[in-house]
């Protein structure tokens, strides 16, 4: 008997343990914790807090966030500079960002969503749901005089994945690479990244599907809008308005209660100002094409999925924490791990090559990445935004790390690459 209870009571600690250590492994929330918990060196996080002083002491960047997380503790969380410096207001840790192109991962995270629930496959043609789409043209010849074009057939239908993976031939409007895309597009009405003015993403949209490609689908990898119109599409597949289904099925989950696309009245106080460099001096940026303090003004209307979020350091690290996760949050599965590793894998091809391949959200770093040294293990992930902010999440450490500024059309600063090589260090 005595042997009995000693087997029992042995089974029973070897369990405990073991369910200590996949707990440590896969948390389940993302919690303050000390830098020795996790098995970060605390000397070293003062090194890192020394880089992105001396950036603004230097007058580098106006102000900042910065969030380094492992293993689900939160162990740098500061606040360096200003939030508006002609104000003279402070940055404050749940200061909030325009995240732009941040936008992408939490799309793509929602088309995932609804593929996992048997809605569609990832390469079938996005016409079947948007017909405008239907017989896609690539451009042939161009005049400047006039913007007048011919066009050819493209050779196979945009699918899902096309526009997942930035390879369908649409273009990006004003911040596209080639000039005469970009003419084409202005001249269409075509709404890039951000408005205030009351337009739907549905007609933007249609308006798109009627403009010439780049390149034949799935032959070349060229930054698009593709993310505004899977955004269109899953409020077609859902039948409810794409900000409303983000808050209901990722926001809300993931306790992400600081991230919108248009800010209500009480947090539009916290919104960063984007600022650029005149004469040696910070000043407010208006935008050159849209009007910058479109997350709290105009019609607030249009959903851009590509662009047109704005969040918190904590709110999108608690997004990537979910990632690490396998896809689970506090008990709530918003994805499966499978699922993950399909986002996770090389989509793309040899259409990218060297030290990251291309997803279906992310670029993730390749063996040569490694090799090339300071972003990361093999697999980890990352994304950067319009306004000068960063993300990446390292599934092999457990370390994620988000730099948050919000600067456009001023001289380049060191600071994203010091803090990434940075925090990889950390690891004691």
């Known amino acids: 008997m005595i042997r009995l209870y000693s087997t029992l009571f042995f089974l029973f600690y070897v369990c405990s343990v073991f369910a200590q250590n996949l707990s440590s ?18 000397e070293r996080l003062k090194k890192l807090d020394a880089m992105l002083e001396e950036a603004i002491r230097n007058d580098e960047i106006p102000g900042l966030v910065a969030l380094v997380a492992r293993n689900g503790k939160i162990v740098y969380h500061q606040v360096k500079g200003k939030a508006d410096v002609t104000e003279n207001r402070a940055m404050e840790k749940d200061a909030i960002f325009r995240i732009a192109s941040q936008t992408k991962a939490i799309t793509s995270t929602a088309v995932m969503m609804l593929w996992e629930e048997g809605h569609f496959r990832l390469d079938d043609p996005i016409s079947k749901w948007i017909p405008e789409f239907k017989n896609p043209k690539v451009l042939q010849q161009f005049r400047y005089a006039d913007t007048s074009y011919t066009t050819a057939p493209a050779n196979k239908e945009i699918t ?70 899977l955004g269109y599409f899953v409020e077609i597949i859902s039948g409810m308005p794409f900000d409303k289904f983000l808050k209901e099925r990722i926001f809300d989950p993931l306790e992400m209660k600081d991230t919108w696309f248009y800010l209500p009245d009480e947090k539009s106080n916290r919104l960063v100002t984007v600022h650029k460099k005149e004469n040696e001096e910070w000043v407010r940026y208006a935008g050159n ?9 105009g019609a607030k209307s249009f959903f851009s999925g590509g662009a047109g979020l704005s969040s918190t350091a904590k709110d999108y690290a608690q997004f990537l924490q979910m990632y690490l996760n396998g896809g689970n949050w506090n008990g709530k599965r918003l994805l499966s791990p499978l699922t993950i590793q399909t986002i996770m894998s090389n989509q793309i091809g040899d259409l990218w090559s060297g030290s990251k391949h291309y997803g279906l959200a992310f670029g993730v770093v390749t063996a040569d990445g490694v090799a090339e040294g300071g972003i990361g293990s093999e697999g980890t ?48």
């Open 160 to 229: 899902i994945r096309h526009l997942l993976t930035h390879t369908s031939g649409l273009g990006y409007g004003m911040i596209d690479g080639d000039e005469r895309m970009r003419m084409i597009y202005q001249k269409a009405g075509i709404v890039d990244l951000y408005t205030t003015e009351d337009i739907s993403i549905a007609e933007n949209v249609k308006h798109l599907a009627n403009l010439p490609l780049h390149h034949h689908p799935g032959e070349k990898y060229t930054y698009s809008e593709g993310l505004d119109v």
């Open 25 to 42: 492994k896969n948390p389940q929330s993302l919690l303050e914790g000390t830098p020795q918990s996790v098995g970060i060196s605390a």
């Open 289 to 297: 094409f849209y009007d910058a303090d479109y997350p709290i003004k």
């Open 381 to 428: 992930f990352d994304w950067g935004g319009y306004f000068n902010t960063q993300y990446f999440a390292d599934p092999q450490t457990g370390i994620i790390g988000i730099l948050m500024k919000q600067t456009r059309d001023s001289p380049a600063e060191d600071s994203a690459w010091k803090f990434r090589q940075m925090v990889f260090s950390l690891i004691d």
